[in-house]
């Protein structure tokens, strides 16, 4: 079973680590330290576990959401974890979130070669919307933008108050 929660400092050694694993120009440490801080960012860690407690890091999902657009900055599942529904799940979840605050339009960038990426957002809603010449630094790679309408859907009018020491995304 998957489980989300907020990212925190406490999973980046895990964050780290699936970064490293998945990806040719992996982010430094200090970005996704800086992701924790931003109020724009939502920054989320899937959980899976069998038995374990607490269940382990699988992957992870950054975006800045912004009223009216959402851009999808990282999203990784651990090669061994991948083809379960996490990344789906992930994106699914970060959607989710985005609708109920009005919704808009998501943007994402996919290696030019990352094919496999591009079926699975293809098959999510997204579309080719343009190109960014020389976007990936490693191996000098053209990005692929992709976008998705996501319609708004209502929120509770009250807000719940945060308690203290609870995250603003839990």
Known sequence: MISFCTAGPEHL????????ACFLDPWPTSAFL???EHDW???QVALVG???EPPPVRGYVICWIIPQDMHLLNLAVHPAWR???????LLGQAVD???GRGGGTVYLEVRQSNREAQQVYHRLGFTPVGRRPGYYRRLREDALVMAM???GRAVPATPRRRQPGESRWS
């Not at 083809?83 to 799940?89: E, K, L, P, V």
């Open 149 to 151: 309408r996501v319609p």
């Open 50 to 52: 069998e038995g374990a």
């Open 83 to 89: 083809r379960r529904g996490i990344g789906s799940a």
């Open 13 to 20: 050694p895990a964050i780290e680590a699936i970064e490293r």
């Open 34 to 36: 800086s992701e924790l």
């Open 41 to 43: 960012s939502w920054f």
């Open 97 to 99: 979130f985005f609708a």
